[in-house]
């Protein structure tokens, strides 16, 4: 859609370029509307295009057939795969970045090689899958992720910045995969794919469980408000995140009660509990035992042969 509307605008909008085969580069910057607030920008687009919008300046409106608006504000990322189910879309401001225009079908090759050289495996199904679940667009902003981009492409030059555009689309087309991964066996059907913000955060507890975590605490840490973080996490693991905390607490517990020696009062305070009885409580909740029950019952069981 961007892209096939920046064409139309003539070379007066930017430069094109080509990253690698199947990959077009635009650097762009469109005026500012003088009669009206908003400028629309027709809803058309190829098939099998991903296209990856590195928003610098002004802001990027999307309205879908159906559910709620996209919109993406400097500095912010635009990601489009199909324009079929928006109705319109529109800019204000000084809308300029880079684009990157991905075809699918003539990159798919040199796609494979980049990512086979890196270790990662980019399956473009899955991509498509996971952006038609959100009327095929998705804005990204705030999050750690793109503060970093933001933060490393303002040192590069022009060309350069192009080139890291480029390459950071391709990290976005692997993190869909890898989010269909994370959200395989805990969606609550949604569909919604997994932020790299809330990767983030769940790899932080899971490796955090002996710290206090709090919501503050997680919001300051990875910059995200919390209704961000509280909603986006029960859509994107089905379960609010306070249940997760305590369910991976409980877990590394029970495996440390079963395989190792620790007193049982150091192994709740390993998990982040620092009250033997709320512990008691919540593994027996879990479990249906005390955790000095479940240490028995494993020191008594015998393996058996297959």
């Given at each position: 859609?961007?892209?096939?509307?920046?064409?139309?605008?003539?070379?007066?909008?930017?430069?094109?370029?080509?990253?690698?085969?199947?990959?077009q580069?635009?650097?762009?910057?469109?005026?500012?509307?003088?009669?009206?607030?908003?400028?629309?920008v027709?809803?058309?687009?190829?098939?099998?295009?991903?296209?990856a919008?590195?928003?610098?300046?002004?802001?990027?409106?999307?309205?879908?057939?159906?559910?709620?608006s996209?919109?993406?504000?400097?500095?912010?990322i635009?990601?489009?795969?199909?324009?079929?189910?928006?109705?319109?879309?529109?800019?204000?401001?000084?809308?300029?970045?880079?684009?990157?225009a991905?075809?699918?079908?003539?990159?798919?090759?040199s796609?494979?090689?980049?990512?086979?050289?890196?270790?990662m495996?980019?399956?473009?199904?899955?991509?498509?899958?996971?952006?038609?679940?959100?009327?095929?667009c998705?804005?990204?902003?705030?999050?750690?992720?793109?503060?970093?981009?933001?933060e490393?492409?303002?040192y590069?030059?022009e060309?350069?910045?192009?080139?890291?555009?480029?390459?950071?689309s391709?990290?976005?087309?692997?993190l869909?995969?890898?989010e269909?991964s994370?959200?395989?066996?805990?969606?609550?059907?949604?569909?919604?794919?997994?932020?790299?913000?809330?990767?983030?955060?769940?790899?932080?507890?899971?490796?955090?469980?002996?710290?206090?975590?709090?919501?503050a605490?997680l919001?300051?840490?990875?910059?995200?408000?919390?209704?961000f973080?509280?909603?986006g996490?029960?859509?994107?693991?089905?379960?609010?995140?306070?249940?997760?905390?305590?369910?991976?607490?409980?877990?590394?517990?029970?495996?440390?009660?079963r395989?190792?020696r620790?007193?049982?009062?150091?192994?709740?305070?390993?998990?982040?509990?620092?009250?033997m009885?709320?512990?008691?409580?919540?593994f027996?909740?879990?479990y249906?035992?005390?955790?000095?029950?479940?240490?028995?019952m494993?020191?008594?069981?015998?393996?058996?042969?297959?």
């Amino acid at each position: 859609m961007l892209k096939e509307y920046l064409l139309r605008q003539g070379s007066g909008t930017g430069r094109w370029g080509h990253g690698m085969p199947g990959v077009q580069i635009c650097r762009f910057s469109l005026p500012e509307p003088e009669q009206e607030p908003l400028r629309s920008v027709p809803v058309c687009g190829a098939p099998l295009q991903f296209e990856a919008l590195f928003c610098m300046t002004g802001r990027l409106t999307v309205r879908a057939l159906q559910g709620a608006s996209c919109m993406v504000e400097a500095p912010g990322i635009f990601l489009l795969s199909d324009s079929s189910a928006l109705r319109s879309c529109q800019y204000s401001g000084n809308l300029g970045g880079v684009l990157i225009a991905v075809d699918a079908k003539a990159a798919k090759e040199s796609l494979v090689t980049v990512c086979s050289t890196l270790g990662m495996r980019l399956d473009t199904r899955i991509v498509k899958e996971k952006m038609t679940a959100r009327n095929g667009c998705m804005a990204l902003c705030g999050t750690p992720w793109t503060q970093s981009f933001f933060e490393t492409v303002r040192y590069l030059s022009e060309q350069e910045q192009e080139r890291y555009c480029v390459f950071k689309s391709v990290e976005l087309l692997y993190l869909l995969c890898t989010e269909v991964s994370e959200s395989n066996g805990s969606l609550s059907g949604s569909g919604c794919p997994v932020s790299h913000s809330l990767l983030e955060v769940k790899a932080y507890i899971q490796t955090h469980l002996s710290d206090k975590l709090t919501i503050a605490f997680l919001c300051k840490q990875f910059s995200l408000s919390p209704t961000f973080l509280k909603e986006g996490f029960r859509r994107a693991y089905g379960m609010p995140i306070h249940s997760f905390l305590v369910q991976q607490r409980l877990r590394r517990a029970q495996a440390l009660i079963r395989t190792t020696r620790m007193p049982i009062q150091q192994i709740a305070q390993a998990v982040g509990y620092e009250g033997m009885s709320q512990f008691n409580a919540a593994f027996k909740r879990e479990y249906g035992m005390t955790p000095g029950q479940y240490r028995k019952m494993s020191e008594t069981a015998t393996p058996r042969p297959f």
